[in-house]
């Protein structure tokens, strides 16, 4: 039955093209323990990686709408190497947000996870902050993305959380860019993949874009499951967008007990 779920999530992920197209870490390095402990873990019930996620709030994650195809059951923090269980802390997920418009590369792919029980702050659990200003889509600014996704095109995800510095690209030319491939929806910042060997791939969907430390963007999509860069940028659901909408979420959620 083990082998059977991994042909058929790999059967999911391949027909779902676009939508789960973001994911591992290209030309990376792994992380230094103790730092981005924000970084959230999306596991299957056979405790395998399919997706990333951020910690907001002890007990919210947010993460991608199209991750909730992926069948995940529970979320681990507070580790980067997802092999030392002895670490880890598992959290169950109690209830799943995904905004009432997501469609993958289409537009709003955005979910918040309420989990089960509060995680954190603690030595080795951090939230990380909002954007609290409009992102300049057009600034050449240098961020980082991480995950545990692929490190080379059909590849496989690594137990080492991994970091990569990437640059925003101007969203005229990322639109410019992906004309013949896909029209790019609303709300989104794209950055790495194009003009660089720098970026995500399958795997990492749902981490974010941090941009001098905070989560600004949500992992979305590359081009195909293609890792091979340069390519198109990559494109990343843009956060200060969705304010409104997470704020709305969090007013209607209750605390952990």
């Given at each position: 039955?083990?082998?059977?779920?991994?042909?058929?999530?790999?059967?999911?992920?391949?027909?779902?093209?676009?939508?789960?197209?973001?994911?591992?870490?290209?030309?990376?390095?792994?992380?230094?323990e103790?730092?981005?402990?924000?970084?959230?873990?999306?596991?299957?019930i056979?405790?395998?990686?399919?997706?990333?996620?951020?910690?907001?709030?002890?007990?919210?994650?947010?993460?991608?709408?199209?991750?909730?195809?992926?069948?995940?059951?529970?979320?681990?923090?507070?580790?980067?190497?997802?092999?030392?269980?002895?670490?880890?802390?598992?959290?169950?997920?109690?209830?799943?947000?995904?905004?009432?418009?997501?469609?993958?590369?289409?537009?709003?792919?955005?979910?918040?996870?309420?989990?089960?029980?509060?995680?954190?702050?603690?030595?080795?659990?951090?939230?990380?902050?909002?954007?609290?200003?409009?992102?300049?889509?057009?600034?050449?600014?240098?961020?980082?993305?991480?995950?545990?996704?692929?490190?080379?095109?059909?590849?496989?995800?690594?137990?080492?959380?991994?970091?990569?510095?990437?640059?925003?690209?101007?969203?005229?030319?990322?639109?410019?860019?992906?004309?013949?491939?896909?029209?790019?929806?609303?709300?989104?910042?794209?950055?790495?993949?194009?003009?660089?060997?720098?970026?995500?791939?399958?795997?990492?969907?749902?981490?974010?874009?941090?941009?001098?430390?905070?989560?600004?963007?949500?992992?979305?999509?590359?081009?195909r499951?293609?890792?091979?860069?340069?390519?198109?940028?990559?494109?990343?659901?843009?956060?200060?967008?969705?304010?409104?909408?997470?704020?709305?979420?969090?007013?209607?959620?209750?605390?952990?007990?």
């Amino acid at each position: 039955m083990h082998a059977l779920h991994k042909f058929l999530l790999f059967h999911v992920l391949t027909c779902l093209g676009l939508n789960a197209d973001g994911s591992e870490i290209i030309n990376g390095e792994i992380v230094e323990e103790g730092s981005m402990q924000y970084m959230v873990s999306l596991q299957n019930i056979y405790k395998e990686h399919v997706c990333g996620g951020f910690l907001i709030r002890e007990d919210v994650v947010v993460t991608a709408a199209h991750c909730n195809a992926l069948r995940f059951t529970s979320v681990v923090l507070g580790t980067h190497d997802l092999k030392k269980k002895e670490k880890e802390i598992r959290r169950n997920i109690e209830q799943r947000y995904i905004h009432d418009k997501a469609n993958g590369p289409n537009g709003n792919d955005i979910m918040l996870l309420k989990l089960s029980q509060g995680a954190g702050p603690n030595d080795r659990v951090k939230t990380i902050p909002l954007p609290t200003s409009e992102m300049n889509t057009n600034s050449t600014e240098t961020c980082s993305v991480a995950g545990w996704g692929y490190t080379i095109t059909n590849g496989g995800v690594v137990d080492d959380l991994r970091v990569v510095n990437v640059s925003i690209i101007e969203l005229q030319d990322c639109e410019k860019q992906w004309r013949r491939a896909h029209n790019l929806p609303a709300n989104i910042i794209c950055a790495g993949g194009y003009n660089t060997t720098k970026g995500f791939c399958q795997g990492d969907s749902g981490g974010p874009l941090v941009c001098n430390g905070k989560a600004v963007g949500v992992v979305s999509f590359n081009r195909r499951r293609n890792c091979n860069y340069p390519d198109l940028p990559n494109v990343y659901l843009d956060l200060y967008k969705y304010l409104p909408w997470i704020k709305s979420i969090l007013g209607d959620m209750k605390h952990y007990e």
